[in-house]
């Protein structure tokens, strides 16, 4: 198992020339995104220009097995390390590429968005002929993550809202998930609380102190779900991304306010979470406590999510839910028939 550390808050990043030579690193590769690093390439620069840099950005946003392949093929050097610096898929690139080609190099993991916390998960994901797959294995999960919030700055109203409520989501899921353990819950729990107090001021402004916590949030909701893993809200998404290009955190929000309101009132019959009931019912009142159905209605549309399927130009959702994949849905607390994963959604 390794070992995961992190350096968190705004400008961290000044902890990365140190980490490198404690590590006797001197060679390293790069996977980068692309017009999104091009204004922080710079300070990246500077910070590891005691090495020497190879970088790679040769694979699509949402990276498909071929582009993974390619790089297996044609990636050569020998590295000491491994640096990603993007979104969550960047960093999932990155991730399988050095645990399929077999190198397991000392990784570390520069998100640039507060969102998926893959900087702090042994799960990658990669779309294989049309199927989203989730590689898991403990190596996977990166040695050092740098979380620095001054890379947040100036991002896109939509993608701050998108990559946001996926950390508000992620968060919540792992805390109602029925692999939750009372570690996993407490992470979630402090992620869920800093994403209530701090999301509308991070979509809707760039404030500095916003951004920390944000960062924050979507780290500790990385923990969380590498214990929990996700549920309904996810499964559920995958299909509006593939099908109509609905980035990630908005298509986990189009069931998800209804989706609270489900799990946190489940009838005994439809209960999926083996452990006492008295567990089911102190999970589902600290949820109530902070949260609601007219809570997320109220605050995703102030992020500027529709949630409307027909304003979407969405109309076959019955089609869509038979195409999720159930297995996945095996983590959610409560069952669900084919209809009420149905009734999940805003059609009118
Ligand atoms: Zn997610």
Known sequence: MKTHDVFIGNGSIKELPALLESKKIKKVLVFRGKSSFEKIKNTIDEMIKGCVVDYYLDFATNPIDDDLQKALRTI????????AVGGGSVIDFAKLFNFKSGRKLFFIAIPTTAGSGSEATKFAVIWIKDKKYSIEDDTILPNYAIVDSQFLKNSPKYLKACSSFDAFAQSVESFWSVRSTPRSQE????????????????????????????????????????ISKTTAAHALSYVFTKEFNIPHGHA??????KLFAA????????????????YIERMKKSLKEILSYDYFVDVL???GLELNLKKLGISNVSDLVKKVNLERISNNP??????QLEGLFFND
Request: charged fraction near 25%; charge should be negative.
């Open 76 to 83: 050569s050097g020998n590295y000491d390390a491994i640096i």
């Open 252 to 257: 986990v929000a189009l069931s998800f306010p």
């Open 187 to 226: 992470y979630a729990k402090e992620a869920m609380i800093l994403c209530k107090e701090n999301i509308v001021n991070y979509v809707l402004s760039d404030d500095e102190k916003t951004m920390d916590k944000m960062s924050q949030a979507a780290f500790l909701a990385g923990k969380a779900i590498n």
């Open 301 to 303: 549309a102030k992020i």
């Open 334 to 339: 409560r069952i669900f028939t084919q209809a």
């Open 263 to 278: 799990n946190t009132d489940i009838p005994l019959l439809a209960l999926n979470d083996k452990r006492e009931i008295a």
